[in-house]
């Protein structure tokens, strides 16, 4: 069983940066991507690694601003978010996922990530 815990939002102006953490447990060596799901939306994926980090995959209105990236010894996935823009306000969510992007396991509780304008 995999358990995941996300840390790191707050609010944020527009242009600046903020890097979001998902400690994993359990059996660690998955991939693990991130979601988020803004007020009235649907929740839609972000990013993914894969379960060594040799491979990446962004949603297109993230590309170039946000990476990310895995510390397995840590057993921690990070999101660093750069030039954040408004519409990124949302709480993020980090989730183990298939090889199709679909997240399978358990829902956390998020981290609110607020960008003003």
């Known amino acids: 069983q995999v358990q995941l815990v996300e840390s790191g939002g707050g609010l944020v102006q527009a242009g600046g940066s903020l890097r979001l953490s998902c400690a994993v447990s359990?059996?660690?060596?998955?991939?693990v991507g991130w979601f988020r799901q803004a007020p009235g939306k649907e929740r839609e994926f972000v990013a993914a690694?894969?379960?060594?980090?040799?491979?990446?995959y962004d949603a297109d209105s993230v590309k170039g601003r946000f990476t990310i990236s895995r510390d397995n010894a840590k057993k921690t996935v990070y999101l660093q978010m750069n030039s954040l823009k408004p519409e990124d306000t949302a709480v993020y969510y980090c989730?183990?996922?298939?090889?199709?992007?679909?997240?399978?396991?358990?829902w956390g509780q998020g981290t609110q990530v607020t960008v003003s304008s």
């Open positions: 989730n183990v996922v298939t090889a199709t992007m679909t997240p399978w396991g358990s």
């Open positions: 359990g059996r660690a060596f998955r991939s």
């Open positions: 690694i894969s379960w060594s980090g040799g491979n990446t």
